[in-house]
């Protein structure tokens, strides 16, 4: 068997060469029901029994890896697919670096690891549970295919952080294995571990927020991790990137379509007043402040995600080799930082300013500042759907001090324009930042399935483009009868 091609003789297809490893394939078929356990009954609510058309990596090819298919969801072959191992790879960066790439986990590095591991895989069957009940309320089933191809994927990336804790961390691996699938998101008792995976999802205008800013966090993140010497895990995470990709690919288009579509049936109609919601409103498409508002709430609880700005944690992951900067082989610098100082945003003396902080420990402000500049090239181009349609509006990324509970600014209250305020006046105004419950009820009142191919919700555009190059009219769910 090649590492390219993936074995499909097994329950769980792999190209990690598992019918030779039958400790590690026993403990994942043992795991294996309790998955399926829990996508029935906290992945997608209804629609098990659909034919969607997916796609399933058959090979780590970059040139052909995706084979499309109708398959029933709890069919989908979910499998542990490592990119190819680089001969004489070397540890890019930290006091290891240059030395051989580890195969095994250095002892004194254990706990750390599995930390990180553990954190990466309770994002993805959060993200699952989140987006549970959006099937019910698809603008298309174009859309729908598209909500189900980024569930089994992040419920394949859950089988990748655990084929790792199998594998490489023996009792404890199994049993973090099994919490995964115990925690869930929102739940008062055993919540999911970062915040925004606590967040309700509660109509397609936050899903396609979040696949644009919280599975671009995921990108960074899987980015820094595939920089690790530890070889095992950076190669899953090359591979998972390919995946990731098409989320955010969902995002963008998804948020472009419903700015198109406000844009046009303002022209149409002659709003000229951007700020004017119940007029927009009125026309059955989402008003532009609302789609604002949306993504000041998604980016704000995204930023959350990379931590504290200066961290000890981020320093010692660094320091030991396990969790690089983003594009670390990329960066022209000596990869140890033991000199290098970065540039951060502090409170000082009741205001924001940008202090030089030890580069070690400011990893997390570097890899949130590479963050923030790839959100903006995103707006940069939904601004362009916009000016397009000559409606004189803008969309903007809020202050990274605007509305965040960790770090530097979670004690604090700030505008979206960066703005300290004291905590009735942010309340007050709060409403007009963030999604009120009356921006919620509206966008609520418009989530109405539209199931018949080739059509569309009132609120958003038709894709330029289908799956596969499919015709605008393809079935893309076969719903059950
Ligand atoms: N919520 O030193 P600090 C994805 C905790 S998304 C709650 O500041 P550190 C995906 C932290 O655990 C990518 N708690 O932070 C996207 C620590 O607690 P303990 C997921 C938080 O460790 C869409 C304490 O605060 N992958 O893949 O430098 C769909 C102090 O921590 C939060 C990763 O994140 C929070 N937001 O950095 C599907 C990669 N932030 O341990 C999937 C792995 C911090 O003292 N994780 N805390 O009790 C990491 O690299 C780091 O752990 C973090 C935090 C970036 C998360």
């Not at 297809?13 to 356990?37: F, I, K, Q, S």
């Not at 399935?449 to 015709?471: C, H, L, M, T």
Request: proline share 5%; with cysteine.
């Amino acid at each position: 068997m090649s590492v390219i091609n993936v074995d499909y003789s097994t329950k769980i297809p792999n190209n990690v060469g598992l019918t030779e490893d039958r400790t590690v394939l026993r403990a994942l078929e043992r795991w294996h029901p309790g998955y399926l356990d829990w996508w029935m009954s906290r992945g997608p609510d209804g629609y098990q029994d659909a034919l969607v058309y997916l796609r399933t990596a058959v090979s780590v090819d970059p040139k052909g890896w995706a084979k499309f298919d109708y398959i029933k969801m709890p069919q989908y072959r979910w499998g542990i697919l490592l990119a190819p191992q680089q001969e004489g790879r070397t540890i890019p960066f930290g006091t290891h670096k240059g030395e051989p790439a580890w195969q095994e986990i250095p002892g004194e590095y254990r706990a750390m690891l599995r930390r990180l591991v553990v954190i990466q895989g309770d994002t993805e069957p959060a993200s699952v549970e989140q987006q549970r009940y959006l099937g019910k309320t698809a603008p298309s089933l174009y859309d729908m295919r598209n909500l189900f191809q980024v569930n089994v994927e992040e419920g394949r990336h859950l089988w990748a952080m655990v084929y790792i804790l199998h594998k490489y961390f023996g009792r404890d691996g199994r049993e973090e294995a099994e919490e995964l699938l115990q925690r869930r998101s929102g739940s008062a008792d055993k919540p999911r571990m970062l915040g925004a995976f606590n967040e309700a999802t509660p109509d397609w205008l936050s899903f396609f927020m979040f696949t644009f800013f919280t599975d671009r966090d995921g990108k960074m993140q899987l980015e820094s991790l595939a920089q690790s010497g530890f070889d095992p895990l950076s190669r899953t995470c090359r591979f998972m990137l390919t995946e990731e990709a098409h989320h955010m690919f969902v995002g963008e288009t998804g948020v472009g379509r419903i700015l198109q579509r406000t844009c046009e049936a303002m022209k149409e109609a002659g709003v000229e007043d951007v700020n004017d919601i119940q007029a927009q409103r009125a026309l059955g498409v989402i008003d532009l402040p609302t789609m604002q508002k949306k993504l000041n709430l998604h980016y704000s609880l995204s930023l959350d995600l990379f931590g504290s700005e200066v961290s000890t944690n981020a320093a010692n992951s660094f320091n030991s080799g396990l969790k690089g900067r983003f594009q670390e082989t990329k960066i022209e610098d000596d990869h140890t930082l033991e000199q290098s100082s970065y540039p951060v945003l502090k409170l000082v003396d009741g205001e924001i300013k940008r202090v030089d902080e030890p580069a070690l420990t400011a990893i997390n402000m570097r890899l949130r500042d590479d963050y923030t500049a790839d959100c903006q090239r995103g707006i940069d181009r939904w601004n362009k759907v916009i000016e397009r349609t000559g409606i004189p509006f803008r969309l903007q990324l809020p202050h990274v001090a605007f509305h965040r509970r960790i770090g530097e600014f979670a004690s604090v209250c700030a505008s979206p324009t960066g703005e300290l305020m004291d905590s009735g006046n942010w309340e007050r105004a709060k409403d007009s930042w963030l999604p009120s419950p009356a921006d919620g009820d509206f966008i609520a009142s418009l989530m109405r399935p539209q199931y018949e191919p080739a059509k569309f919700a009132s609120w958003i555009e038709a894709p330029r483009v289908g799956i596969d190059n499919k015709p605008g009219d393809f079935e893309y769910v076969k719903l059950a009868a």
